[in-house]
């Protein structure tokens, strides 16, 4: 194997588990903010805890304003922090996971795609086209069949605002060369220094009234695993892969959310969801450079 390809696989490994997370993420917060937390208890768990953790990062590494200037800092704060979860998890009371599955790691690399060419002038290849293009067909496919509602549309809109958010990080955190645990720990502290304030000032001591089950579960899945993990695995795809690359592999977030929805939400994909799935899969490989097996002709014994 070339090391060309060793570096991809090394990539898609890291882009594959943080889509994994988000997946989850998806599902698991449709099912709480439709039982009993909101948008607002999701954001202050997320952050609160991870903020903690994360803080001695921030003490030890500093603010790096000399990397993406303060400009920089407030987009990578606003694209993967509390604006962000406050959009997508809002989303979820209007809209169902499957569209938020679909709208956000989809339309997230052609926002990046966008942002890069007109920004970046970066030049995308005839394959990463090719790719970008069955990832929209294939969004399109997931929600285009659906019934719709103003409700639906609005949740349906704050899904493509956190997919903007979104791509923004994953821009901002590639010019500026940030590390994947520095710029999770800048996310989270400053989302828990800009943001449980407010809570606390709204809500007081609410989350505390949760039974403690599920208080611990949720702190743990929300500030740890989606982001500090997610966001370190998402961050290592980027060093890698490039923006554009990773940002590619979230578009795989709607056949893990369908797959993860199955038991958890008992939600079944229909025909036309396996088929917009596909056509994301295949767009998902092509984008983000995956590469295609090689022949090499047998060379001739005399």
Known sequence: MRPANTEYLKGAAFGLAAVSIWAGWSVLTRLAVTTSLDASDIAALRFGVA?????????QRGLARDRPGWFGLAVIIVGQGAPYALVAASGLHFAPARDQGALIPGCMPLFVALITTTALREKLSSARKLGLCLILM???????WQSWSAARIFGDT???????????????????ELGPLHAAALVSTGSLVIYLPIYLALHGARLTQLPFADFAAQAFFQ?????????????????????SAAAAFGALVPALSALFAIPLLGEWPS?????????????????AGGP????????SHP
């Open 158 to 176: 704050l899904f493509l605002v956190a997919a903007f958010l979104t791509a923004c990080f994953t821009v901002v955190m590639r010019q500026a």
């Open 51 to 59: 903020g903690l953790i994360l803080s001695p990062v921030v003490a």
């Open 271 to 287: 025909d036309t969801d396996w088929i917009g799935i596909l056509l994301i899969s295949v767009g998902v490989y092509i984008a």
């Open 292 to 299: 295609f097996p090689t022949w090499q002709p047998r060379a």
């Open 138 to 144: 294939g969004g399109l496919a997931i929600i285009g």
């Open 223 to 243: 500030g740890v695993i989606v982001t500090i993990v997610g966001v370190v695995l998402y961050g290592r795809a980027v060093t890698i892969l490039g923006a």
